[in-house]
């Protein structure tokens, strides 16, 4: 006859290989020969959730002996429950008991770090965190930490605890799919995909790692592959709505956003969470490139926000200050912050005179350029401070903030604005056109050093004029090198090159472009160059927002669903006076875009150039 400790080690085998259905049947019958057995109970209850089965979960905790109730596994995962039940209070409380039985409890601990990290409380976290790691080597405990770190933007501690945890156990599914993650995120999707691929093969039917692959393959182009890893999530998981999104977006990218849309419509007719399938069909929408569908979607939702759970009324409000700023209605988006955001609050005027601007874990770079032309203007000019990832500092001194303070370390040194007087950047255009220093605010903002611009302007004197400055992306499905230059005209002047990356290598055997790149040390180097360019042809980048920002005239090519920042009105951009925007006729490659977009350019870059070859003014 089996023993109980081999009935259990089988079941653990099981549930960790993800055969929820055999681990169910195996703690079962331990239950049977020993009612009550914690580790059991959790382990059943554990595979009921794996279901989605709430209902039976729920009636297994009634199960529970005097001993469950005094064991610290049992009582965090009742803890766990009671989040899922949107009771907080009680999964604290449980949380708390479980931690005072064992201190050292992985899970425990992990639960209230996410409780203390919900209330800015990062500090503590890290003590709590690092106190067990300390005392015990735990690949659960190292993949919390890097969770928790990831999800505050915190991307180079993550993958650190995660590596250290692929020491311990190189084959945890669950390391592999967050290495793939933060890598992702970081944009080395190379690099990613193996970890991501490992993840698959131990679970195949996890939607999750399906997800992060097809978005992976889609990054980097493979279209194809991105279209099997999202058919293969929506078609077993037809009711999940992410891997519906994902699976408009890559469709999108293929020029095939209608049939999408067309697919997903009886499935969030039908959806039982009325609201999630309809804030998921107008992010699809947006997707698509339809934001004035999106915004009839969802304006509706407006007035039933007091119904809606704060990550519902969240997710409702950044759909649609996208689709207002991608429409041009940037005046409606002040009113989704609601009215502690208005003008006369005293307390917000307090807080903006004496607040660092938090640069948000989810707020892109290139965002970030865009709404750097406010800071100032909420604060103490340019000597606001501003927080976030030390990996970024050099972005808001680019624009001349020279007070930074790094937060890649909760418990460091400095006073994490977060927890006190800090106003996060994303914010910013929610807040009154006359607060914020006017609707677009104004342009140039980009300071530039004199004697770096001194020093561009004598490096390039001996060369023809216009100087044109040229950028393109380091990979395809970006616009690279040689499919830039064959969309372009002959051009009078000098070629310059502003990319100082690995993109430099594309200059390689072509004459006729001179490789200012070579020079660029730092940011400021950049921002200098492209004050003395008399024009810039580029993609969606830091050089063509730089260029924007510095107030140089340019030719901004961009994809045919672009961000909202793009938005232009008679072909110039809205937030980028000096740059006219040329879009992608659809959504596809580059290289196949171009030719049709080749005359279009032609036309503008001959309208931009006066007989003399200088722009026009």
Known sequence: MLLVDDRLKAAHDHAAAGRHDNAALLYESILDLSPGHPEALCGLIESRLAHGDMEAAQALMANATASSERDPGFLTLAARIALLNDDSRQ?????????????????????????????????????????????????????????????????????????????????????????????????????????????????????????????????????TEALRYAERARTLFPDLMPAWLCYIKVKANRGEATDALRAFAPVAKSAKDRTDAILTLGTAYALAGEPDKTLQLLEPLLAETAQLKPPEKARLFGVLRDAYLSTGQIDKVPDLAGPSLHPGDGDLNRTLETAAMVIDPDLGNLEFMVLARFLGATGR??????????????????????????????????????????????????????????????????????????????????????????AWNETAPGLTLEPLLSALPMLPGTLVSTVWDHSRTQLSGRNGIIDAGRHIRQLEDLAALLSVLDL????????????????????????????WYWYAEDGRSLWYPSLEVIRAPHSGHWAMLLPDMAEQIGTSLRNRLDPTGLPES
């Open 381 to 470: 000019g340019l000597s606001t401070p501003v927080a976030g990832s030390s990996a970024i500092s050099g972005l808001p001194r680019l624009f001349g903030y020279d007070t930074y303070l790094p937060n890649d370390a909760p418990g460091s040194t400095e006073t994490l604005p977060e927890i006190s007087g800090g106003f996060p950047v994303s914010q910013l255009l929610g807040l009154p056109a006359q607060v914020r220093g006017g609707l677009t605010g104004k342009v140039p903002y980009l300071p530039v050093r004199e004697d770096l611009r001194e020093r561009w302007l004598d490096a390039l004197a001996e060369f023809p004029r216009p100087w044109i400055g040229l």
């Open 91 to 223: 999964a604290e409380q449980l949380t708390e008991r479980a931690l005072a039985l064992d201190p050292l409890h992985v899970q425990a601990a992990l639960l209230k770090a996410e409780f203390l990290a919900a209330t800015g409380e990062l500090a503590e976290v890290e003590d709590l965190l690092n106190g067990i790691r300390a005392r015990k080597s735990d690949p659960d405990l190292l993949l919390g930490i890097a969770r928790l770190y990831f999800a505050h933007g915190l991307l180079g501690p993550a993958l650190v605890n995660v590596q250290e945890g692929l020491d311990l156990a190189p084959d945890n599914a669950a390391l592999n799919a967050l290495a793939g993650r933060i890598l992702t995120a970081l944009g080395d999707h190379g690099k990613a995909a193996p970890f991501l691929e490992t993840a698959h093969l131990q679970f195949p039917a996890n939607p999750d790692h399906l997800i992060a692959l097809a978005n992976n393959a889609a990054a980097t182009g493979q279209l």
């Open 536 to 563: 810039v042809i580029a993609p969606d980048g830091m050089v063509l927002h730089a260029a924007g920002a510095a107030g140089t005239p340019g030719l901004a090519l961009i994809a045919h669903v672009p961000p």
